[in-house]
């Protein structure tokens, strides 16, 4: 049928609901943040610190070219979750389009906020400023790139089970 990739800002649980949609559909489970720092042998924290953040985007871009190849060569459907900025490059948004079908985990940002509160020191975007300020701004110059990337946009809600909405809404 199709890949299922989910796209969203940073703490939309992109990781989390991918690995349950994984389980619940029996399909193998690619996470590109999770590839990058395999292949780079170091973090995503220490790629922005040592290499900067072009050179990271960079990674993602061939990380999606990678991931095309493989289905390429070995068809069949994949649950892929993608860092927060991936669609911001018009580049990946096209090479996504031909990967399969883009999910997009909208949430306010003050759900965004409350989340992220208890674990920006891992994300090199938001460290050393003013959380709530950075959520705004960011989600504002990407909103546009997210919606155009999107297939599907499910607007989320606190509590209940996305994995189990989107295979509802997608008849998986
Ligand atoms: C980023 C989001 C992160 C990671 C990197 C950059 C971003 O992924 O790719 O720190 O620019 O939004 P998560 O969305 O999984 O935190």
Redesign the pocket.
């Known amino acids: 049928m199709s890949s299922l990739i989910l796209e969203?800002?940073?703490?939309?649980g992109?990781?989390t609901v991918a690995a349950r949609l994984s389980e619940k559909l029996g399909l193998p489970l690619i996470d590109?943040?999770a590839e990058i720092e395999r292949r780079a042998g170091k973090t995503?924290s220490a790629i922005?610190a040592e290499e900067g953040e072009e050179a990271?985007r960079d990674m993602?871009t061939e990380c999606l070219k990678q991931i095309r190849r493989l289905q390429e060569k070995e068809p069949g459907d994949r649950v892929i979750?993608?860092?927060?900025?991936?669609p911001v490059r018009e580049e990946n948004r096209a090479l996504l389009k031909e990967i399969g079908t883009v999910i997009y985990l909208k949430a306010e940002p003050e759900l965004l906020i409350r989340r992220l509160e208890k674990e920006t020191g891992s994300?090199?975007?938001l460290s050393g400023k003013d959380l709530a300020e950075r959520v705004h701004s960011?989600l504002g110059e990407r909103e546009e790139a997210y919606r155009e990337a999107a297939d599907v946009v499910i607007l989320l809600e606190e509590g209940e089970d996305v994995a189990e909405r989107i295979r509802k809404e997608l008849r998986r």
């Open positions: 969203g800002f940073m703490g939309s992109k990781s590109t943040d995503i922005f990271f993602e979750s993608l860092g927060g900025g991936m994300r090199p975007m960011l």
